[in-house]
Structures are given as C-alpha cells and as structure tokens.
Antibody, heavy 121, light 107 residues
Framework: EVQLLESGGGLVQPGGSLRLSCAAS????????MSWVRQAPGKGLEWVSA????????YYADSVKGRFAISRDNSKNTLYLQMNSLRAEDTAVYYC??????????????WGQGALVSVSS | DIQMTQSPSSLSASVGDRVTITCRAS??????LAWYQQKPGKVPKLLIS???TLQSGVPSRFSGSGSGTDFTLTISSLQPEDVATYYC?????????FGGGTKVEIK
C-alpha cells in the first residue's frame, strides 16, 4: 500500500525558513517523480514543485522560484521541500504527491495527508 | 504559461441529474489532462487521466472527454456522495497547472 507522510509543518514568521519532509513507502521510490502541491485555507489547489525520480530535473511554480528548493534522498525514500523567505501568502496545507512516471510532467496518483504551514508574525 | 479555466465555479443539482464541468486550456495540451475530486476535509483523489481514462475503482457514472483546449467532466447521475470540489490539471509540460475548481452541491 502506497503511503506518503508529510512532516515539518508549523508556524513561522515572515522571512523565516521551514523544511518539509515526505516519507514514502509501498512503492519503489526512485522510479517515480514526486511533487508538492499546496492549498491555501478555503482556496484551490496550487502546484508548487516537482522532481524527477533520479533527482536530476526540478521544476518550480513562478510563485516560489528562487525561494523554495525541492530535493529527495532515494536511500531514505524521502522527499523534501526547503522553504526560505516565507511570506504570508505561502500559508497553506502542503501535500506531497506521487507522480505516475519517472519524470515530470505528470499527474498524481497518490497524495499525502498534508502538512500545515502558517506564516504569521 | 498555459492557463486552465474551469466553469462553472460552483453548481447545485438534484440527485440523479446529469452534471457537466468544463475545463479550458489557453493553449492546446493534447489529452494531457487529469481530473481530481476533493471531498470536504479530505485529500484530492485522482478520477481521470489522459482526458478520458477512468481510474480503477471510480464509479462509471464519471466520464471525461475532450482534446486540445476544451475538456469536460460529466457525472451521468449525481449521487449524494459526489458532493465535492472537482479540479482539472494539465500535465503537458511544467508548470502543472490546476483549474480553479468547481464546487458541486446537492439541491
């Protein structure tokens, strides 16, 4: 059974940093691209970033480019999102999502339960 | 970047009604389109990929169609458990943009 478990969310001040983790199990992690998708309170889904199975190709939404960094450790079956220079508008639930193939672009067949990130002073 | 526009943003229909949701891409995306269902307080669930391929376990009352720039998600007979927000997503290239969502309620 595929499982994705996010951690690392919390309250951070504007300008601060946070690192999200997503522990994956139930599939061969390195064979699939992974992504982060966020959802602000009461709003729709917004794709944030994606990373190929090998980790060699990364993709970012314009809204986070230069501030966020996606990475993975295939030996630990874990996906990361390093978030720097956080803004109030980054407040959202961040979902880890599994892509259906090794490289983006792709759609998402499994989602984690989400990690809440709140940016406020 | 390609924009994805869903319509309507919300709808209310009776049980048993046929419901159609539209998703329009600002440029052609072939059939690289997925549909998701997100029930209140829940995680999104993949319904359809490649514009019309129903995922395993998804009820057959759901169907998708379209290619290029215009796509539709149809619920042939709306059921109470279909109350949710539905999102389209294009995956022809990054950014992997979602539509704004369509909230479906029971009248």
């Amino acid at each position: 059974e595929v499982q994705l478990l996010e951690s690392g969310g919390g309250l951070v001040q504007p300008g601060g940093s946070l690192r999200l983790s997503c522990a994956a199990s139930g599939f061969t992690f390195s064979n699939f691209a992974m992504s982060w998708v966020r959802q602000a309170p009461g709003k729709g889904l917004e794709w944030v970033s994606a990373l190929s199975g090998s980790g060699g190709s990364t993709y970012y939404a314009d809204s986070v480019k230069g501030r966020f960094a996606i990475s993975r450790d295939n030996s630990k079956n874990t996906l990361y999102l390093q978030m720097n220079s956080l803004r109030a508008e980054d407040t959202a639930v961040y979902y880890c999502a599994k892509c259906l193939q090794p490289g983006p672009p792709a759609y998402f067949d499994y989602w984690g339960q989400g990690a809440l990130v709140s940016v406020s002073s | 970047d390609i924009q994805m526009t869903q319509s309507p943003s919300s709808l209310s229909a009776s049980v048993g009604d046929r419901v159609t949701i539209t998703c329009r891409a600002s440029q052609g995306i072939s059939n690289y389109l997925a549909w998701y269902q997100q029930k209140p307080g829940k995680v999104p669930k993949l319904l359809i990929s490649a514009a019309s391929t129903l995922q395993s376990g998804v009820p057959s009352r759901f169907s998708g169609s379209g290619s290029g720039t215009d796509f539709t998600l149809t619920i042939s007979s709306l059921q109470p458990e279909d109350v949710a927000t539905y999102y389209c997503q294009k995956y022809s290239s990054a950014p992997l943009t979602f539509g704004g969502g369509t909230k479906v309620e029971i009248k």
